[in-house]
């Protein structure tokens, strides 16, 4: 499917492919139509994490490097990350170079007098690890956003802006790359989903990382991620089952946040998190009933969390109708929305 | 809306006007960010405010540059969460001694459409989405008597506050309904640094002080839902305007 190499602006028209895993359908619909495709009642949760620009430009005893944030950690100075040898972002993330070999104690330095000190590396790759920036609270974050710059993948056709990456809603900086089903999510288009009776709800999720071009890293992915679910939202949550009404997802990490935080019965447990509850092709979805997100490849773990909503056989058909009616893939790209008609 | 326990952003926050409102916003129980271009008398009004129990943070950062918008944003929420009131008391003067519009050039008239029109309009962009998910917020505007009034010498920034002003009527209509409110509020004269910059020969006894203007915009703050959305407010007389 050919990427959008470039953002839209959140007016531009996007389409929006209809699968429904009940009638085995498909319905080419747009962006505009989401209020109608939804029921008076339904809840509409999305993930209201900011994006952090969350790639940095270091040098480690005078050599460079590159690190991905790829979430935050334990205090907020600390964060998991994946590392990077020289190049940049306009070469496929398979053909960097490794960095450096790194050990506990090493400091990697960053523009602008910013460093962090290695805490830990991963046994399963020398390039994950755990960092503690030297810098925090007010002083990490205006210094976090002067060195760093949005992660972003080689088809793009040019550097993004932090603002490309935000979505209308972002609040707290903890997503490091952004959560794109928000994307298409236009304050407009929240006020219509209200006027039709959808109700609306955040969480925070840290999402990660897509890519890391290492096999056995990407194996990983996502990572055990942070997540937040307001009490207001496992309300709304509880109200939209009470009801009749169904809860969507916008984005797989709202399905992993609210999943996490449910329990056997669908109630959901306020408050913050860490997830690393995969969703695949047999999970059965406790508090989620749909789901809107991109238009993803077979075979990717974006895929297999679509496989707990709807059977991967009808999910291929409406990967290669999409690709065949010219969709456009990745972040900036076209939306599906995986829910009964 | 209640001030306990809200998350504040008041831009301008290193003296004046905006360095007393957010000391009383965070008297009153809010969490306050306070942003201004330059760092130590910032950072001196953040202090200040934790010195006597409030909660406050400097960040440094230009309302009128278009970079800063995200990250100023971004480190706000980090250290306080979600904003719920946004108050754009960030303002630029122009060239002091004021000038008339005859002898204005284009460029300072759009530096200071860019720091009290455009800046704002950029950061109540980046806020108002989370608020109107939220289902709650202020965005509070600090005018002046000069967006009503055609003085001479205030042109440029008689224009940028009528410009924010209206800003606020639009936002108001365009989000009726959300939960999101908007006010603009005239503070009147006051004994600041800015006042002596562009009327140096006033009479400071006559001027108000920004502590006790500050006051009586918290109560506006307090009492925002009671003014219908876009208002414009004077803080001198609004109680006795009910």
């Known amino acids: ?341 | 809306m209640r001030i306990g326990g809200a998350a504040a952003l008041v831009t301008g926050g290193s003296r004046g006007l905006g360095a007393a409102l957010g000391g009383e916003l965070a008297r009153r129980g809010a969490r306050v960010v306070l942003v201004a271009r330059g760092g130590e008398p910032l950072e001196r009004a953040a202090a200040a405010i934790r010195a006597a129990g409030g909660e406050a943070h400097a960040l440094v950062a230009d309302v009128a540059d278009k970079e800063a918008v995200y990250p100023l944003v971004g480190a706000a929420t980090a250290l306080v969460g979600p904003i719920d009131l946004l108050v754009h008391n960030a303002s630029a003067l122009g060239p002091v001694p004021l000038r008339p519009l005859a002898e204005t050039e284009c460029e300072d008239l759009s530096a200071v459409l860019e720091a009290n029109l455009v800046g704002p309009f950029r950061l109540t962009k980046a806020v108002v989405g989370s608020m109107v998910l939220r289902g709650a917020g202020l965005v509070l505007g600090v005018s002046s008597d000069a967006a009503v009034t055609g003085y001479p010498g205030w042109g440029a920034y008689g224009v940028s506050k009528a410009g924010l002003d209206h800003l606020a009527r639009t936002w108001a209509a365009e989000l009726a309904g959300t939960g999101v409110h908007f006010l603009s509020v005239d503070p009147g004269e006051m004994d600041t640094l800015m006042h002596a910059q562009a009327m140096p020969e006033a009479d400071r006894s006559a001027l108000a002080d920004p502590r006790a203007v500050a006051g009586r915009i918290a109560d506006i703050v307090e009492n925002a839902e009671s003014f219908a959305s876009g208002s414009r407010l004077e803080a001198a007389s609004w109680r006795s305007a009910g």
């Open chain 1, 1 to 341: 499917m050919t990427p959008a190499a470039w953002p839209r602006p959140g007016s531009a028209p996007r389409r929006l492919l209809h699968v429904d895993p009940v009638r085995g359908a498909l319905a080419d619909r747009r962006i505009e139509d989401l209020p109608e495709l939804l029921r008076p009642g339904d809840l509409l949760v999305v993930n209201d994490a900011a994006t952090v620009p969350a790639s940095l430009a270091g040098a480690i005893r005078g050599s460079p490097l590159e690190v991905r944030l790829a979430g935050p950690g334990a205090s907020p100075a600390e964060w998991t990350a994946v590392l990077f040898g020289p190049g940049t972002w306009r070469q496929r993330t398979e053909d960097r170079p490794p960095p450096p070999e790194l050990r506990p104690g090493d400091r990697i330095d960053f523009a602008g007098g910013l460093a962090a000190e290695v805490l830990r590396v991963s046994p399963v790759s020398p390039r994950l690890v755990e960092l503690r920036f030297t810098a925090a609270g007010g002083d990490l974050w205006p210094a976090l956003y002067r060195a760093g710059r949005p992660v972003q993948y080689s088809y793009l056709a040019g550097p993004l802006a932090l603002w490309h990456v935000q979505t209308p809603f972002g609040s707290r900086p903890w997503a490091v790359e952004a959560p794109s089903a928000g994307l298409v999510l236009t304050v407009g288009l929240l006020q219509s989903l209200r006027r039709r009776g959808v109700r609306l709800a955040p969480v925070a999720h840290a999402a990660g990382l897509s890519s890391t071009g290492e096999p056995r890293l990407d194996a990983l992915l996502p990572l055990p991620e942070r997540y937040d679910v307001p009490p207001e939202t496992a309300r709304a949550v509880a109200a939209a089952r009470a009801r009749g009404g169904r809860v969507v997802a916008a984005g797989t990490t709202v399905v992993r946040a609210i999943e996490a935080a449910a329990g056997s019965g669908g109630r959901l447990t306020a408050g913050p998190g860490v997830t690393d509850l995969r969703v695949g092709p047999g999970y059965r979805p406790v508090a989620v009933d749909g789901l809107l997100t991109g238009l993803h490849e077979p075979g990717t773990s974006h895929f297999q969390l679509e496989a707990a909503f709807a059977p991967p056989a009808l999910l291929e058909d409406a990967f290669h109708h999409a690709d065949k009616e010219g969709y456009l893939g990745h972040e900036f790209g076209d939306v599906s929305l995986i829910l009964a008609a």
